[in-house]
């Protein structure tokens, strides 16, 4: 018998997903503590560490989920709503102190490439630095292979986190030669000296304020913490990811040697990441050292089935001559329901700004798309998108002129 969905049947529905989320996994464990006594603990700890707390943030994270519509099947991507809570400011400067030791880790990686041939910071920002690589490459390529961290933030113990990017930051603040990071919402840098309207963590006190983050969420009365993973959410929660990777990735390829494994660590220097997807350029060494570089808890996928054809990002790439051909690739175009991804001309986004988004998309695509044919096909694409949401035919030729 087939039940015609309702409001009531989606609300226990989405209800049951989480609570069998924090009943069937070793992620949550119920917290003795009532709520109360926690958000007193979370404004004692967070003033000892001189970040205020705002009236409206006097509660805890809350936990929801929302549907993985482009696996099949589906599954949930559980999130930690830290938009206003406790763990909201630290959370701001933790991610102002990370991007600025990322950075660090940045020029570090770049020096030692020159003076090694070693790649060892594997993370990129956008599909820009595959593009670049390619056209480094001369865009010779025989094998490709993608994958993808299925429970990156959910199975790493909290002790393994800490211990990596603990020492991750005061090997960061050796370097720099400062006593502090002087922080604040947008940005931060490393100094020896008070700075005014700023805040001032020491390397201990930034270690203190990530173990502080990895806590509490709330569902319904009951409190949970989370003792395995990373909260989904929070503002810092990509960054310490991507750092914590970086810290495996980095001893792997210092344990390389150059007189015997050459050639491994010149297959290496072609592999990207970016967050928990991998991209693989002509290294057929992943797939059996792959197991000697993350630790175990990591589960890896293979997410291409042929090694000549795979997606990442927002290219699609395929292979053929030796040389690969990219394009554009939207995981969007595979639902079976149409998505509102521009705006429309009647809404509120002056027109201006909305003709823009068209221009601006007729570069991203002529920069992936390395046939003329496939940009033809995205500007069709999104042409007849956009005339459907209400733009003139002749403003978007005269962007396009």
């Known amino acids: 018998m087939n039940v015609a969905p309702n409001s009531r049947n989606c609300k226990m529905f989405y209800y049951c997903i989480i609570v069998n989320e924090l009943n069937s996994t070793n992620t949550y464990t119920l917290s003795p503590s009532v709520e109360n006594k926690l958000i007193t603990d979370h404004i004692t700890e967070v003033s000892n560490l001189k970040v205020r707390i705002d009236d409206h943030q006097i509660k805890l994270p809350t936990m929801y989920w929302i549907p993985k519509l482009h696996k099949q099947p589906y599954k949930a991507r559980f999130i930690a709503n830290s938009s206003s809570c406790t763990t909201t400011n630290i959370s701001k400067l933790l991610t102002s102190c990370l991007?600025?030791?990322?950075?660090?880790?940045?020029?570090?990686?770049?020096?030692?490439?020159?003076?090694?041939g070693k790649h060892l910071f594997w993370s990129i920002k956008n599909s820009g630095e595959i593009l670049d690589k390619l056209k480094i490459n001369n865009y010779k390529v025989s094998t490709v292979s993608t994958y993808d961290f299925s429970t990156l933030y959910t199975t790493l113990p909290h002790n393994l986190i800490n211990d990596k990017l603990t020492a991750l930051i005061q090997k960061t603040f050796a370097r720099e030669n400062a006593t502090f990071i002087a922080c604040n919402f947008d940005k931060a840098f490393f100094t020896n000296n008070i700075i005014k309207h700023y805040t001032m963590w020491t390397c201990d006190e930034v270690c203190k304020a990530l173990s502080f983050l990895l806590d509490n969420i709330r569902f319904g009365n009951a409190v949970f913490r989370q003792v395995v993973g990373i909260p989904m959410g929070t503002n810092c929660a990509p960054l310490v990811a991507d750092l914590f990777l970086y810290c495996y990735e980095r001893d792997f390829m210092l344990s390389l040697s150059p007189d015997t494994q050459a050639d491994i660590i010149t297959a290496f220097n072609n592999t990207s990441r970016y967050l928990d997807d991998i991209l693989n350029m002509d290294n057929p060494f992943f797939g059996q050292l792959v197991g000697t570089i993350y630790p175990r808890e990591l589960q890896l996928i293979k997410t291409n089935n042929s090694d000549t054809d795979a997606s990442f990002l927002d290219l699609h790439l395929s292979i053929y001559d030796n040389f690969i051909h990219?394009?554009?690739?939207?995981?969007?175009?595979?639902?079976?329901?149409?998505?509102?991804?521009?705006?429309?001309?009647?809404?509120?986004?002056?027109?201006?700004?909305?003709?823009?988004?068209?221009?601006?998309?007729?570069?991203?695509?002529?920069?992936?798309?390395?046939?003329?044919?496939?940009?033809?096909?995205?500007?069709?694409?999104?042409?007849?998108?956009?005339?459907?949401?209400?733009?003139?035919?002749?403003?978007?030729?005269?962007?396009?002129?």
């Open 99 to 116: 991007t600025a030791v990322k950075a660090h880790v940045e020029r570090y990686c770049d020096k030692v490439y020159e003076n090694s």
């Open 326 to 401: 990219t394009k554009i690739y939207d995981k969007r175009d595979d639902f079976n329901f149409s998505i509102v991804n521009f705006p429309h001309l009647d809404g509120d986004v002056p027109q201006a700004t909305s003709y823009g988004v068209y221009i601006s998309q007729l570069i991203r695509f002529a920069r992936a798309c390395s046939h003329v044919k496939h940009f033809n096909e995205r500007n069709q694409y999104i042409t007849g998108k956009l005339l459907q949401q209400g733009y003139r035919y002749y403003k978007l030729r005269k962007y396009f002129a």
